[in-house]
């Protein structure tokens, strides 16, 4: 009798079955090699392995040696045995109870010591691979059931060492709410395969530059909409936060039974772009998940949605604007790119001019949106928001000055004109609010602080007093 030796975690040996062996019936036998399954199944008393490997060559130790593994594969097959008792959560579908099912089995440390495995059946499926079928009487005696306790605390503790062997998109829809953020990083990590875009939008992280961004076509269609999920992060890779592409790519996740990873992805559109019209259907889509509240972004202090309409009656476009000044407007100033340390001419330029005497606005605003488009600096978006509030387009002015404050939670100014500008809105309420927080802080520059107070009392400082000199953090050689 010929044998097959491999190695699961202990001896393994798979003896080749002869006739006086129990065998599954030969109807059963063509049933299987005639058909695609992979897996284990019962039959005739038995439980049945069967899987494949890959032949590396032509010559019999390839074949001899690809059989080998290919019975190591469906020995572990078997294993999914002990999970025949297991109830799971009624909200889990198909799809995910065998990622969690296949992560379970990787991970966990079983010690293999099959008494009477058989090597019921080997054969060429094609030219590179051979399929085996292994058999294993009284497989209760066998193989230990296993508990859906004993499940959830081996993948939890899985996250740390063994989460490549891990189905994560799985997982997320099956672990502890205090769980998701962490999921969501690792998982957001393996993303990269699809593109930097489609790992941020999921980390909800930032990118390094307005130009990794996809601004949609002014007119016609647009093309790539995906058909199948490895599509949709594709596609998410190059349109990072695009809510377009988060409203397909949720209603794939929504439907392989992945309810938790389609929220993720819709409140991913539905929190940066949020001038976009399927932004609003992505946070619609959202909110039919009573899922974690970490899978959106913090509200800030002046609503997203409020800036928006707030450009949106302005009339603002993309030709006025240019391709990053259009994306701070669309993003209601919570564009998520990195803070350059670059300097510019373009923004020393602007300095000088919004500095002269008289102030030469319209040259110093195409300059500070040169040095934004250049360099995405806090200093550039606070500049051009002053320039807006002077010219008295403080709608404008206000996704600009949001986004300085979004880029640098410390800088001197912009929260301060952010409350100007509000208030020039009509928006009082909220721009007291910011004023009083802006005023208290020492960072805040005297004559900043000097027109803050007059809104305070209920007024907006005059055109002469918001013309005072409002400099930069750094000022230009």
Request: aromatic residues 6%; contains cysteine.
């Amino acid at each position: 009798m010929g044998y097959y030796g491999v190695a699961l975690c202990c001896a393994l040996w798979v003896a080749r079955a002869t006739v006086a062996d129990a065998q599954p019936s030969d109807a059963e036998l063509d049933r299987i090699v005639q058909g695609d399954f992979v897996g284990s199944v019962r039959a005739d008393g038995l439980l049945l392995g069967i899987d494949e490997a890959k032949v590396l060559n032509t010559s019999l130790d390839a074949e001899n040696s690809a059989v080998s593994r290919a019975s190591v594969f469906a020995a572990q097959q078997l294993l999914s045995h002990s999970l025949r008792d297991i109830k799971w959560p009624p909200n889990l579908g198909s799809e995910v109870i065998a990622g969690l099912s296949n992560s379970f089995l990787r991970v966990h440390q079983f010690r293999l010591g099959f008494q009477g495995l058989q090597l019921v059946k080997s054969w060429r499926r094609n030219e590179d691979s051979v399929r085996v079928i292994v058999s294993l009487p009284e497989p209760e005696k066998q193989i230990p059931v296993a508990c859906l306790g004993e499940i959830e605390k081996e993948l939890r503790a899985a996250l740390g060492s063994c989460s490549g062997k891990m189905d994560l998109a799985a997982y997320l829809e099956f672990c502890a709410v205090s769980d998701t953020a962490r999921v969501v990083e690792l998982l957001a990590e393996r993303m990269d395969q699809y593109g930097r875009g489609a790992a941020a939008s999921l980390a909800g992280t930032s990118m390094k530059s307005p130009a990794e961004f996809h601004i949609p076509r002014q007119e016609g269609v647009e093309t790539g909409i995906p058909a199948t999920r490895a599509e949709g992060l594709k596609l998410l890779g190059a349109r990072p936060y695009d809510p377009a592409v988060c409203l397909v790519l949720g209603d794939l996740m929504g439907k392989s039974g992945h309810p938790r990873m389609a929220q993720l992805i819709y409140s991913r559109g539905a929190n940066v772009f949020v001038g976009r019209a399927e932004a609003d259907e992505c946070r619609r889509k959202a909110g039919q998940y009573l899922w974690p509240s970490s899978f959106s972004y913090p509200q800030p202090a002046v609503p997203a949605s409020l800036i928006a309409k707030l450009w949106k009656s302005g009339g603002a476009k993309i030709e006025e604007l240019g391709p990053a000044c259009w994306l701070v407007v669309e993003s209601a100033g919570h564009l998520p790119v990195l803070p350059s340390a670059e300097r510019n001419a373009s923004y020393d330029e602007a300095w000088r001019e919004f500095a002269a005497s008289p102030p030469d606005l319209t040259n110093a605003l195409q300059h500070a949106m040169q040095s934004l488009q250049e360099a995405f600096t806090a200093d550039a978006a606070n500049l051009i928001g002053r320039i807006l509030l002077l010219q008295g387009k403080s709608w404008l002015a206000v996704p600009f000055l949001e986004q300085a404050r979004f880029l640098d939670s410390e800088h001197p100014y912009a929260e301060g004109n952010l409350a100007l500008a509000l208030y020039a809105v009509g928006e009082k309420q909220i721009a007291r609010k910011i004023a009083i927080q802006a005023a208290a802080s020492s960072r805040i520059p005297a004559n900043l602080r000097s027109q803050l107070r007059i809104l305070n009392n209920d007024k907006l400082p005059d055109k002469k007093s918001l013309q005072i000199t409002n400099p930069p953090i750094h000022l230009p050689e």
